[in-house]
């Protein structure tokens, strides 16, 4: 079964809009911690944000916050004010395990968005 | 500057070939990864090590290997044995508990 599901392929975004990019994700482990990058053309990945399983409120940092819904496992990107410079590819993550696990991240398979002048 | 550096940054190679990526960080971390990105996919991973001269296999470790003789570098070598070695490789490391992966530039390997 995938472990994280970005539904979305591609998503457009008129500039200066608001956008939401889904995650789902799938654990049985009480303690996991939820991740989204940006991957631009570039290749590089850069690292977005983060939310904790037990973290009680949702994360923000500047234009982007996690609506992150225990009950549905459902972790989504907002992306507010949309600029030009955020078109990309954004992928959710998942670790699992705690301190004891590997640590490594589980991937969803991107969603390509596109901001529009 | 801190940071991650992969190398090369291109890299073309004739099917049969071993060859070797660079992966080199001056972030103190002690875990560092190797993922696999095929075109229009998300990442996989292929090796961990979360200590020097410790590492694990990922969930498509076959026709690699890894090593980790020092904390600062974790090279990857595509054997032969990899049946689809084209694809982008990014190199990760983090510093511990649920803190972000910095990533790598990653390596673009094309096979001939």
């Known amino acids: 079964a995938q472990k994280i599901t970005q539904t979305q392929p591609g998503m457009f975004v008129q500039e200066k809009e608001a956008v939401t990019l889904d995650c789902t994700y799938d654990?049985?482990?009480?303690?996991?911690?939820l991740f989204w990058y940006k991957q631009p053309s570039s290749g590089e990945m850069i690292f977005l944000i983060y939310?904790?399983?037990?973290?009680?409120q949702n994360a923000t940092e500047g234009r982007y916050s996690l609506n992150f819904q225990k009950a549905r496992k459902s972790a989504n990107l907002v992306i507010s004010a949309s600029q030009l410079g955020d078109s990309a590819m954004y992928f959710c993550a998942m670790r699992e395990g705690g301190d004891t696990g590997r640590r490594a991240l589980t991937f969803g398979s991107g969603t390509r968005l596109q901001v529009q002048p | 500057d801190g940071g991650i550096t992969q190398s090369p940054k291109y890299l073309f190679r004739k099917e049969g070939q071993n060859v070797t990526l660079s992966c080199e960080q001056n972030l103190n971390h002690d875990a560092m990864y190797w993922y696999r990105q095929d075109p229009g996919q998300g990442l996989r991973l292929i090796y961990y090590?979360?200590?020097?001269?410790?590492?694990q296999k990922g969930d498509i470790a076959e026709g690699y290997s890894v090593s980790r003789e020092k904390k600062e570098s974790f090279p990857l070598t595509v054997t032969s044995a990899q049946k689809n070695p084209t694809a982008f490789y990014l190199c990760?490391?983090?510093?511990?508990?649920?803190?972000?992966?910095?990533f790598g530039p990653g390596t673009r390997l094309t096979v001939l």
């Open positions: 939310q904790g399983s037990y973290d009680q």
């Open positions: 090590s979360q200590i020097v001269n410790d590492f």
């Open positions: 990760a490391s983090c510093l511990g508990g649920y803190n972000e992966q910095f």
């Open positions: 654990t049985s482990d009480p303690s996991y911690g």
